[in-house]
């Protein structure tokens, strides 16, 4: 009995030190880098790429890193859509399923709460930003609750329709001409439908005010990420509740060059994003999964990559196969909250790192639903 009792103290004591030291390194707001498909081996060819030399990248040197299983929920390997659905709800999921439970057991998907829906239901302000349409896997992990990643026109209408506080502040994606047309093909026009929620709606970066306070960019190509990062975080942080920023950029690497040079793109956006940032700034780089690409052979005094008007050569120094891989992959962070990101863990620890960077509890699964949809 005595035992219990001291058990309970103890255990109290180490609660409430744990809680405060917890309150004394809060963030206020959290930046979360997707490279899709910049597993270790993508960051490693990178590296060699752009600097001749391994672990040059900015993410290869960051304070804090862990290494994370991004398995799907009944599968080794997953698809985009699994992958960010853990790291933003904390439960895995099926492939092609958008934040919503796994099938097993024979009931029915339920929608999960995603880490941007915690921080609408406060009062921060949130945005995405991708080299993706704004309606693929990725980003709409974070605002949709949808069975198959193809629904865009259910996953637009969500974005469209919030169940916690008034939706993301910001979107920027790419595509913008497939993105309008697939719309249009259905008899919907995007653009005014945003316009009429209060959305400034812009094709450009640079027509962007900066006043803006609801912003929602279709770009054209691979647009100016760092320029839109600042956008971003200028619009953002002008509500001192703070923020949730997610981006995305795609680093597949069937085309090898053109994959290698968006890993250096996005590392150099990562760089200085943390050397601006804000001390109250959790900022977290992760790959959603990695991708079957290896350095296999190359000399160091050439280049890795051969010269784009050269003929192939006949073994490359780079193998790449079309498809994605089930190694764990990098996570690397700084700012309040990211001395949990050590070690061996699961996708779906990493929104519970998030969380807890802002002092937040996730509610438990049974209450998490988020509605009927
Ligand atoms: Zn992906």
Redesign the pocket.
Known sequence: MLLLRDMKTFYLFFLSSALALSAAGRARNVILF?G??GGIPALHAASIHGFNEPNKLFVQNMPHMGLMDTSAAGEWV???AA??SAIVTGQKTDNEVLSKSAAAGGKGRVPLKTILEYAEERGLWTGLITNMSIFD??PAACYAHVDKRSQTLEIADQALRPQFGDGPELFIGADRKAVLAAAAKQGIDVESRFREKGYGVYDTLGAIPAGASRVFALLDGDYDLGAAVERAIATLSRNRKGFFLMVEW?V?TLNLRRGLDRALVLDGVVRRTAERGRKDTLIVFA???SYDIRVRAGRKDAPLLPDAAAPAPRRPNVRVEDG?TGEQVLVAAQGPGSERVRGFFANTDLFRIMMAAYGWRPQPVTERSTGTR
Do not use: E
């Open positions: 997707i899709d498909a997953t698809d985009s992958a960010m896997a990725t795609d597949h790959a959603d999964h994605h």
